[in-house]
């Protein structure tokens, strides 16, 4: 089984840029895709990008394409996500999500999940 641990959180100010890790640590043989999802206060949980590890192939969602950049180092098999021009709209809980394939935005097809970490955005 994979654990996926957080990091990177914070507050910052609109305009601003943070920078989330996510390690992975276990059995990550079938773990082969690493996702963001964020969950804001009384909204449902969404996906905000994805990527296969290794191959390096990215999704992302509208809401934060030409902000946010999804990366990954497979040797650490940690994945990244650079989030610049960060507005309001962006705080949430971030949760680092894996699973064996890319591509679906439901959070229900992603098996293993990390404990999230909290980005708040003020105006």
């Known amino acids: 089984q994979v654990q996926l641990a957080e990091s990177g959180g914070g507050s910052v100010q609109a305009g601003g840029s943070l920078r989330l890790s996510c390690v992975a640590s276990?059995?990550?043989?079938?773990?082969?895709?690493m996702a963001w999802f964020r969950q804001a206060p009384g909204k449902e949980r969404e996906g905000v990008a994805q990527?296969?590890?290794?191959?390096?192939?990215?999704y992302y969602v509208d809401s934060v394409k030409g902000r946010f950049t999804i990366s990954q180092d497979a040797a650490k098999k940690t994945m990244y996500l650079q989030m610049n021009s960060l507005q309001p709209e962006d705080s949430a809980t971030y949760y680092c999500a894996a699973d064996q394939f890319c591509g679906s935005w439901f959070p229900s097809d992603f098996g293993a999940w990390g404990q999230g970490t909290q980005v708040t955005v003020s105006s």
């Open positions: 276990g059995n990550t043989l079938k773990s082969n895709c």
């Open positions: 990527i296969y590890i290794g191959v390096g192939r990215t």
